[in-house]
């Protein structure tokens, strides 16, 4: 399965723009050129040959497919499920660590797990992520702190280590596994020239910062 982008689109166009465009039966929009399309006009779901990865009328579903959204169905292989999946562990990687921790760090996790649920719903819904804050702080704030915590009253940077504690330990497992979930939004998003929802890629990079942040709270107590 090929995946033609908006910069071949935009090559093939370059003369002008056609009356009707059919992406051939083997092929896939990247999301940069499905929104290519949009803007031109040429992309109507009802006509698109992604549908023929839907099943037909009383066919079961087989297990390795599943619903990319309400118009086509995916190998469970496909980098927006995988994605789909690494947000879905950290949630509950989140909830299990703000379900028993001390309580004054669960309105910092809690956070943090709404900006995990805002993610997955603006991708699944192909929407823009919503502003958001964690702890008050905006992404420029959390970056400057992660990068320089001597100016937001840290002693310095840390490498984990066990006697900063279980609690610090868990939020460094909640940094790594949200930087994992950076990477495979970077490959589902990333077309071979641009990356769509970098919205959300940024905010999962700030949040891999963010539980940073606490981890450094959460020594220095």
Request: charged share 25%; glycine share 4%; proline share 6%.
């Amino acid at each position: 399965m090929r995946f033609i982008t908006e910069r071949e689109l935009r090559d093939q166009f370059a003369s002008g723009a056609p009356d009707q465009y059919q992406v051939p039966a083997d092929c896939r929009l990247t999301p940069a050129a499905r929104q290519y399309l949009m803007d031109l006009r040429l992309y109507r779901h009802e006509a698109s040959p992604r549908r023929a990865s839907s099943l037909p009328a009383g066919s079961r579903k087989p297990e390795h497919m599943t619903s990319l959204n309400a118009r086509e169905m995916v190998c469970k292989a496909h980098p927006r499920i995988v994605l789909r999946g690494k947000l879905d562990t950290l949630e509950s990687e989140i909830l299990v660590l703000e379900a028993g921790c001390d309580p004054q760090w669960r309105g910092q996790l809690r956070d943090a797990l709404q900006l995990v649920r805002a993610v997955l719903a603006a991708e699944v819904k192909e929407a823009p992520l919503p502003a958001w804050t964690l702890d008050g702080m905006t992404a420029e704030e959390v970056h400057r702190c992660s990068h320089h915590p001597e100016e937001f009253g840290f002693p310095g940077h840390i490498l984990p280590a066990p006697e900063h504690g279980l609690f610090a330990a868990q939020l460094n497992r909640l940094r790594a596994l949200t930087r994992e979930a950076e990477l495979a939004a970077v490959q589902a998003f990333w077309d071979g020239q641009k990356v769509a929802h970098e919205d959300c890629v940024l905010a999962l990079n700030r949040l891999s910062s963010y539980f940073y942040v606490l981890q450094l709270r959460a020594a220095h107590r």
